[in-house]
């Protein structure tokens, strides 16, 4: 627990969800829920690291005040209290003058908190450093015992309040909300236990009993749970839904790769680029549009008896397989148009050599997203494909000699 590690994990993930967030696009901050949940991500963060016992250290040898991280640490958690709240009341929403007040409200009374913390901090006699059971430690001390108490009071008013708008809205929602949702009300429930801890070990000091390991051994992975728990919640209705539509994305571009590799070449040497730093979305936009461009290349010499040719050959060998009568006529059309691409691409390689055919076929396949994944499956795995491919060259290489 000294080595600080049970508090640097969580900083690290929440400042990675942070930066994750924060580099997804321009004017993130001028959003009404994604302000106050990059802030709970970052105050989060900021207060983990700064809980730890190697941080607390540095931070009273750097000021050269003992303790002086407790203030630090306290105020910190009253910001990311009242940053809770406040996302929570934007993300209910409500008429905007409502919001406005209940924001100000907040901002109001733990900005008072705060403000207390640090005076009584100031006023109190903390000579002996303590990076692990300070709670305990100056239960008793005047003003520091109060510094304490005022900090778990409005950590706990937050909570409460949080806990009792979550349960009332969860009954009224559904999707990615509820499941934030589900996830804020297990963050509360590890908070509770860690507010349980705390309130037990500080009551047991007043009564001369000593349950410190409440609140060093106990507390600590409760917090932690909860901080990563709770801004989860937060961070699910507003991250689920573009998190899945990157995944289907990446998932699409993959499947689209043989039949881009087909196309793009076709393009200019600049346009369409692909980098490596693009989200799945944006490049499964710039693959799309390199297929549409290259098979509008190809349109001239779309060959409609290359593609009669190889449906034929692909029903008999779907036939011969055993394939069921439903599937058969989808693959094999599939096939057979990614044969008469396959074969119009080499004419275009060899465009003074080509001739434009005797009856231009159509690409029905680049309509829909569903039928262009099975025409880039067949251009990569189908004989009869390749076999369309190499007999187009053979016919190039012929009429050019």
Request: proline share 6%; aromatic share 8%.
């Amino acid at each position: 627990m000294d080595s600080g590690i049970v508090f640097y994990i969580p900083g690290a993930l929440l400042l990675l969800a942070a930066g994750l967030k924060l580099s997804s696009g321009t004017g993130l901050w001028r959003d009404s829920l994604v302000a106050p949940s990059n802030a709970i991500l970052l105050v989060g963060s900021a207060v983990c690291v700064l809980s730890a016992p190697p941080t607390i250290r540095y931070v009273n040898d750097a000021t050269g005040v003992a303790n002086f991280s407790a203030p630090l640490v306290y105020a910190g958690m009253t910001a990311l209290s009242a940053s809770y709240l406040i996302l929570m009341i934007r993300w209910k929403g409500g008429p905007p003058e409502t919001q406005q007040r209940a924001t100000r409200l907040v901002w109001v009374v733990y900005g008072l908190v705060i403000a207390g913390i640090w005076v009584l901090f100031a006023l109190a006699e903390v000579p002996v450093e303590r990076t692990q059971d300070l709670d305990t430690y100056y239960a008793n001390t005047p003003c520091m015992r109060e510094m304490i108490v005022l900090y778990m009071v409005a950590h706990t008013a937050a909570t409460v309040t949080l806990a009792v708008m979550s349960v009332s809205w969860l009954r009224e929602v559904r999707g990615v909300t509820r499941v934030g949702l589900i996830l804020l009300v297990v963050g509360l429930t590890f908070d509770a236990g860690y507010q349980i801890a705390k309130y037990a070990a500080m009551a047991a000091r007043w009564n001369g009993v000593d349950w410190d390991f409440l609140s060093t051994d106990v507390s600590p992975p409760l917090v932690m749970l909860a901080g990563i728990t709770t801004a989860g919640g937060f961070a699910v209705p507003r991250v689920g839904p573009p998190t899945a539509d990157n995944l289907r994305a990446w998932r699409r571009y993959r499947l689209l790769k043989p039949l881009w590799a087909e196309m793009h070449t076709l393009r200019g040497p600049t346009e369409g680029i692909i980098r490596w730093w693009d989200p799945p979305v944006v490049r499964l936009a710039r693959q799309e549009i390199a297929i549409w461009d290259g098979v509008l290349a190809c349109s001239p010499y779309l060959d409609d008896q290359v593609r009669t040719t190889a449906y034929a050959e692909a029903v008999a060998s779907l036939t011969a397989d055993g394939t069921s009568e439903v599937r058969s006529p989808h693959q094999a059309a599939a096939v057979a148009e990614a044969a008469m691409l396959a074969a119009a691409r080499v004419r275009v390689s060899h465009q003074g050599g080509a001739e434009v055919p005797a009856r231009a076929g159509t690409l029905q396949s680049i309509s829909e997203p569903r039928l262009m994944v099975r025409l880039s499956r067949a251009l990569s795995s189908s004989p009869i494909v390749a076999d369309a491919r190499r007999q187009a060259a053979a016919r190039v290489a012929t009429s050019h000699d």
